[in-house]
């Protein structure tokens, strides 16, 4: 075993390092069941309590995080119909169902076996994946990664919802939020209109609390006082039968796969790899009217997917420096923070921290099923804590994780300022996600094509005469025309049914 290999197994296997995977899942469990909370929420307040750990024991405790934070939707999205996490969206309309027809231990067993599946494959492909696609983008230049980072925006904009025009708003309202602070190119202040506090820039932290902490809490404080129902008892134990493993085996790996490759994408989410599962699920199952009445194939589908998008986002984040979600996003900033630089440098710089992600990835499904095997009965009493007590706790969190980063107030008023940003968009129905994409990655992409420019003597010839930059570049012109397409068709098919439903004289014309 080469040495790198111990150094990282070692590490991995020690007390402390084991404690910290654990009570990071647990963590990612118990805020991922509580409906509202999110896991990019507890990752952006714990970022800051990281600051003195080393990196890869940072990356530990967040990556585990990241995979019990997923998981935990499953329980109130089965027993409250209340998707603790947006992931868990498309389990309620199975979940609880067969939860009210008295199957909720079923509901359970087959959600939590499909998680731990959907996290194994995804492992699988990280281990494998995550190094090739690092050597191969060794020999791309400037150019090319500019073309790359291209391509992962309009991605975004593929999937930013139902609403092209407000998906590409929220992004590119990220990259103008990017924008203050030195220039890659001349190294000059740009758009700080005197304060010195913004020579940097927004640091991302305070950005991230604000965006989703800070927002939630003004929603909560909204439903301060709204009583917590409760629609189906919790059940005392979780049940699944070897027959069942047996039975879900093809739609397992079918919906983990889909999720792995479908969390790969830049921008796209959990949401997203759940809902396409779900999709081909139904579009091949033998009873598809089940689905939406309590399907168990729905279940797993869905479960399997949200799971599997954890591992298939790490891959364009350690191997490429993209992230390949809200929360990956996070984690980017973690690396950067910890002096560890994403990307195919950080499998040569410091190969062990890319091995102690892979190793927790797999230490913590293993702690989130077991975990939630055994725990389920308590779990499901999270949702009923009151939200005036956990309001101001969280917020005390948030203002202490923003001063701390760098012991001043401007900090803390640029998280309440963008926590405002953010409930304001959600107001609007526009989403947050391509905002923290684009304030992520516009940055890497204005450096890379200052890079190039500099090489070509200002010339931007080289982005369409090389061959892998014309590849991308026509690859994102092309997926940007596709989703253009598609939104105006929708638009169009909209329109002509409301004409439609109005010659009829129908109800809602």
């Known amino acids: 075993m080469p040495a790198d290999w111990q150094a990282s197994a070692a590490l991995l296997t020690a007390p402390e390092s084991l404690a910290?995977?654990?009570?990071?899942?647990?963590?990612?469990?118990?805020?991922?069941?509580?409906p509202g909370f999110t896991g990019a929420m507890l990752i952006a307040l714990t970022l800051p309590l990281t600051f003195g750990m080393t990196g890869e024991q940072a990356m530990m405790l967040l990556v585990a995080m990241y995979v019990g934070s997923i998981s935990g939707g499953l329980v109130t999205a089965t027993l409250l119909r209340m998707p603790g996490t947006p992931a868990s969206i498309m389990t309620t309309l199975d979940g609880y169902p067969l939860a009210q027809r008295g199957e909720a231990g079923r509901a359970l067993g087959l959600?939590?076996?499909a998680s731990f599946i959907g996290g194994l494959v995804s492992w699988g492909a990280l281990v494998l994946l995550a190094g090739p696609i690092a050597r191969w983008s060794t020999l791309l230049g400037p150019f090319e990664f500019f073309a790359l980072v291209l391509l992962a925006l309009v991605l975004i904009a593929s999937v930013a919802g139902r609403s092209l025009t407000r998906g590409l708003f929220s992004g590119m309202l990220g990259i103008l939020a990017a924008m203050p602070g030195s220039s890659p190119a001349t190294g000059r202040p740009r758009l700080t209109f005197g304060m010195h506090e913004l020579d940097d820039g927004f640091k991302l932290l305070p950005v991230l609390i604000g965006l989703f902490a800070?927002?939630?809490i003004l929603w909560d404080i909204l439903a301060i006082d709204r009583p917590i129902e409760r629609t189906a008892a919790?059940?005392?134990?979780?049940?699944?039968?070897?027959?069942?493993?047996?039975?879900?085996?093809?739609?397992?790996?079918?919906?983990?796969?889909?999720?792995?490759?479908?969390?790969?994408?830049?921008?796209?989410?959990?949401?997203?790899?759940?809902?396409?599962?779900?999709?081909?699920?139904?579009?091949?199952?033998?009873?598809?009217?089940?689905?939406?009445?309590?399907?168990?194939?729905?279940?797993?589908?869905?479960?399997?997917?949200?799971?599997?998008?954890?591992g298939g986002a790490l891959i364009p984040l350690i191997a490429l420096g993209i992230p390949g979600s809200v929360i990956d996003a996070i984690l980017l900033g973690a690396l950067v923070i910890h002096g560890l630089q994403p990307g195919p440098?950080?499998?040569?710089?410091?190969?062990?921290?890319?091995?102690?992600?892979?190793?927790?990835?797999?230490i913590a499904n293993l702690a989130m099923f077991a975990t939630m095997w055994f725990s389920v009965p308590w779990l499901t009493r999270l949702a009923a804590i009151p939200r005036a007590y956990l309001v101001p706790v969280v917020l005390t969190f948030c203002i202490v994780g923003s001063f701390a980063l760098a012991n001043r107030m401007f900090d803390v008023w640029v998280m309440l300022a963008f926590g405002l940003i953010g409930f304001g968009m959600e107001r609007a129905c526009i989403p947050t996600a391509p905002f923290v994409i684009g304030f992520v990655l516009a940055p890497v992409a204005e450096e890379h094509l200052?890079?190039?420019?500099?090489?070509?003597?200002?010339?931007?010839?080289?982005?369409?005469?090389?061959?892998?930059?014309?590849?991308?570049?026509?690859?994102?012109?092309?997926?940007?025309?596709?989703?253009?397409?598609?939104?105006?068709r929708a638009a169009r098919r909209e329109q002509e049914s409301g004409s439609r439903k109005q010659e009829s004289g129908e109800p809602g014309a």
């Open 111 to 113: 959600g939590v076996c």
């Open 450 to 488: 200052y890079a190039g420019l500099m090489q070509s003597g200002g010339s931007w010839w080289p982005l369409v005469t090389r061959p892998m930059s014309l590849v991308l570049v026509v690859a994102a012109a092309g997926m940007l025309t596709a989703t253009l397409v598609r939104h105006a």
């Open 20 to 34: 910290l995977v654990l009570v990071g899942t647990l963590l990612g469990i118990v805020v991922g069941g509580i």
């Open 214 to 216: 800070v927002s939630q």
């Open 345 to 362: 440098l950080l499998f040569e710089q410091n190969p062990t921290a890319v091995h102690v992600i892979m190793g927790t990835m797999f």
């Open 234 to 310: 919790a059940p005392r134990r979780v049940r699944i039968t070897l027959a069942d493993w047996k039975q879900q085996a093809i739609n397992m790996l079918r919906s983990s796969a889909i999720g792995t490759i479908i969390g790969m994408l830049p921008g796209v989410g959990a949401n997203i790899g759940s809902m396409m599962a779900y999709a081909t699920a139904k579009s091949v199952s033998r009873t598809p009217e089940k689905f939406g009445e309590g399907s168990e194939e729905g279940i797993v589908a869905s479960e399997a997917a949200n799971n599997a998008t954890v």
